[in-house]
């Protein structure tokens, strides 16, 4: 009987010991990376009816995840946030307009969540170079729609950067396109969001 104990105690023992070591590849393969606030550049850019407008998002945060030792890389995780009151025009009256269309008293922050990727596939000109599209909810103002994000995904050691833009509408997301001077100057519904983010283990 005592026997037959040990035996199954070291039955479990092996059993546990594969299983860490069966898990420890998987774990070793997928990179994480933070989103790096001091370098890169996160903007958006519209239209009105008296000039073209660009606000820098200055306080922006996020992860990503990477396996990077299949034939294409695979991500697994990525999702970043954007402070909605960071977003800087370096006018004051247009940065107050905005925080009031976004209702930035109730609704902190600008969220993206990766649900799945869509495509990927190489870049030809580069070895570490990818172009992706990826499916995930994006949430402005306090609303969340799902959307196709596309961008080019470069991992390069301990460092990957996420660049290229998208294109929205304000009022899909219950935004009124802000006005100044008593109506009289008109931001345009379309916006453009301009990424190119440095993301560091």
């Known amino acids: 009987m005592i026997s037959y104990i040990k035996k199954n105690q070291r039955s479990v023992k092996l059993a546990l010991l594969a299983t860490v070591l069966g898990l420890v590849p998987i774990i070793l393969s997928a990179q994480?990376?933070?989103?790096?606030?001091?370098?890169?550049?996160?903007?958006?850019?519209?239209?009105?009816?008296?000039?073209?407008?660009?606000?820098?998002?200055?306080?922006?945060?996020?992860?990503?995840?990477?396996?990077?030792?299949g034939e294409l890389p695979k991500i697994t995780?990525?999702?970043?946030?954007?402070?909605a009151e960071s977003l800087k025009s370096g006018k004051g009256a247009m940065d107050k307009n905005t925080y009031k269309a976004l209702n930035t008293d109730s609704h902190?922050?600008?969220?993206?969540?990766?649900?799945?990727?869509?495509?990927?596939?190489?870049?030809?000109?580069?070895?570490?170079?990818?172009?992706?599209v990826a499916n995930g909810n994006l949430t402005i103002a306090g609303k969340t729609n799902k959307i196709e994000l596309p961008f080019d995904l470069t991992v390069n050691g301990d460092k990957a950067i996420l660049e290229g833009k998208k294109g929205l509408k304000m009022t899909d997301y219950g935004v009124e396109p802000p006005k100044a001077l008593m109506g009289t100057i008109k931001t345009g519904d379309e916006i453009e969001?301009?990424?190119?983010?440095?993301?560091?283990?």
């Open 193 to 201: 969001i301009h990424y190119n983010t440095i993301w560091k283990k």
């Open 108 to 132: 902190k922050q600008i969220v993206f969540q990766l649900s799945s990727i869509k495509e990927i596939s190489p870049v030809t000109s580069s070895s570490n170079k990818y172009k992706v």
């Open 32 to 69: 994480s990376f933070k989103l790096s606030n001091g370098e890169g550049k996160l903007m958006v850019t519209g239209t009105s009816s008296l000039h073209d407008w660009e606000e820098v998002a200055e306080q922006k945060s996020g992860t990503l995840q990477v396996d990077v030792t």
């Open 77 to 83: 995780t990525l999702k970043f946030t954007v402070e």
